[in-house]
């Protein structure tokens, strides 16, 4: 069975601070992991994606995540926050032989950049 | 090129009610998923459509149930309606049929409202 652990509901950081949102996952065979962002009252949108090569995948908004194999994570970071990034971030994975399943979600990280 | 679109925005619904959430995918995307997001819940996997199957549902009782058309849109079925089936329902598309590595791509979402 996937599963995916997101163990902050609410991670606070300053403007301009660098942010990190954390993920750890769990699946019988290689990983697939994604990062979506929710803002108030939208739907999801894509960030970036590990599939395979490089452990740090570089995405949308300048935002970027580290693949790390041995502590089976997918933390999402960015250097220096911005208000705007304020809003709920879910990782995902599906495990790399299961074809297009529907991805599983943790339950995601509500993320605030205070000014 | 268009994305994934949803509808209606809101829907307001009386228990016992029946409610239909349409989706249209992105043009050439096969694969449709329905999600349900209620308040601190995450996104629970509801259906999942290819090709005009259903290929997997989520934990949710039969009352749940939809459809995908020749072209490749889907409508989502709530009979009976709960107050607790109240949430933000959400409809995603991939391409690449059979391919792991595909993200999904999802609409704005339905806000249910069973009062």
């Known amino acids: 069975a996937q599963s995916v652990a997101q163990p902050e509901d609410q991670v606070n950081v300053a403007e301009g601070n660098p942010l990190t949102v954390k993920c750890t996952y769990s699946?019988?065979?290689?990983?697939?992991l994604f990062w979506y962002v929710q803002y108030p009252n939208r739907g999801l949108q894509f960030l970036l994606k590990?599939?395979?090569?490089?452990?740090l995948v570089k995405g949308s908004y300048g935002f970027e995540a580290e693949f790390n194999k041995s502590q089976t994570s997918f933390h999402l970071k960015k250097p220096s926050a911005l208000v705007s990034d304020s809003a709920l971030y879910f990782c995902?994975?599906?495990?790399?032989?299961?074809?297009?399943?529907?991805?599983?979600f943790g339950k995601g990280t509500r993320l605030s950049v205070i000014a | 090129e268009a994305g994934v679109t949803q509808s209606p925005t809101h829907l307001i619904k009386t228990r016992g009610q029946q409610a239909t959430l349409r989706c249209s995918p992105i043009?050439?995307?096969?694969?449709v998923y329905w999600y349900q997001q209620a308040l601190g819940l995450g996104l629970q996997f509801l259906l999942w459509?290819?090709?005009?199957?259903?290929?997997n549902r989520g934990n949710f009782p039969p009352r749940f149930s939809g459809r995908q058309f020749p072209n490749y849109s889907s409508e989502l079925n709530v009979n009976a309606l709960e107050l607790e089936d109240s949430a933000l329902y959400l409809c995603?598309?991939?391409?690449?049929?059979?391919?792991?590595?595909?993200?999904?791509?999802f609409g704005p979402g339905t806000r249910l409202t069973v009062t």
């Open positions: 995603a598309s991939s391409n690449g049929p059979g391919l792991a590595e595909y993200e999904q791509y």
């Open positions: 699946v019988s065979g290689n990983p697939y």
């Open positions: 590990y599939i395979t090569g490089d452990n």
């Open positions: 995902a994975v599906r495990d790399s032989h299961s074809g297009n399943t529907p991805l599983v």
């Open positions: 043009s050439g995307h096969t694969s």
């Open positions: 459509y290819d090709e005009g199957e259903e290929r």
